[in-house]
């Protein structure tokens, strides 16, 4: 059994800055890459940053700049700092892990809950 448990959503003015954290827990043998994914109502959920666990990041053109993903490997944690917000970040956002579990010889895909992150005035 996995989880990936998301915190740190809210409601931010625009400028605003957040901390989003996901934990990621249970039987995990090893952890590939840990990123966030977002979806606003009626539009696709869509890649917001992603890190491998050899140090590469991925970023949407429209965060590079502002937000910045880290991990911290000894607690299987991943983090977004999300910087000079606009209400167009106002989504859901989504831990995302590609890990093998103690009791599997692949890897696969998880998500978190999501945690909602609104920007507005």
């Known amino acids: 059994q996995v989880q990936l448990v998301e915190s740190g959503g809210g409601l931010v003015q625009p400028g605003g800055s957040l901390r989003l954290s996901c934990a990621a827990s249970?039987?995990?043998?090893?952890?590939?890459?840990m990123g966030w994914y977002r979806q606003a109502p009626g539009k696709q959920r869509e890649l917001v940053a992603a890190?491998?666990?050899?140090?590469?990041?991925n970023y949407a053109d429209s965060v590079k700049g502002r937000f910045t993903i880290s991990r911290d490997n000894a607690k299987n944690t991943v983090y977004l700092q999300m910087n000079s917000l606009k209400p167009e970040d106002t989504a859901v956002y989504y831990c995302n892990a590609d890990l093998r579990t103690t009791w599997s010889v692949r890897s696969r895909e998880y998500w978190g809950q999501g945690t909602q992150v609104t920007v507005s005035s």
């Open positions: 249970g039987s995990i043998f090893s952890i590939n890459a």
């Open positions: 890190l491998t666990s050899g140090g590469s990041t």
